[in-house]
């Protein structure tokens, strides 16, 4: 019984960190990423090879950050 309440404890502390952790840093990610991909949309000279690339770019530091914290948790 103990064991089973340490767990939820554990549980309810790792759910507190990731739901922080979103809040406070993936979230303003997504904002920069969304922004900057919108700026590769808005530039009307750029081939549709460009502004996929450019996309491509602005996505990058939110997925490997996703990764990453996809990966230690998995660990967990």
């Known amino acids: 019984m103990a064991e089973l309440q340490q767990q ?3 549980q309810e502390a790792v759910d507190s960190m990731v739901k922080s952790l979103e809040r406070e840093n993936i979230r303003k990610m997504q904002g920069l990423m969304f922004r900057c991909s919108a700026a590769c ?3 009307s000279q750029a081939s549709m090879q460009q502004v996929h690339q450019c996309i491509e770019h602005c996505h990058a530091p939110l997925a490997q950050a996703q990764a990453l914290v996809t990966s230690e948790l998995e660990m967990f």
């Open 8 to 10: 939820l404890r554990v």
């Open 41 to 43: 949309c808005a530039e």
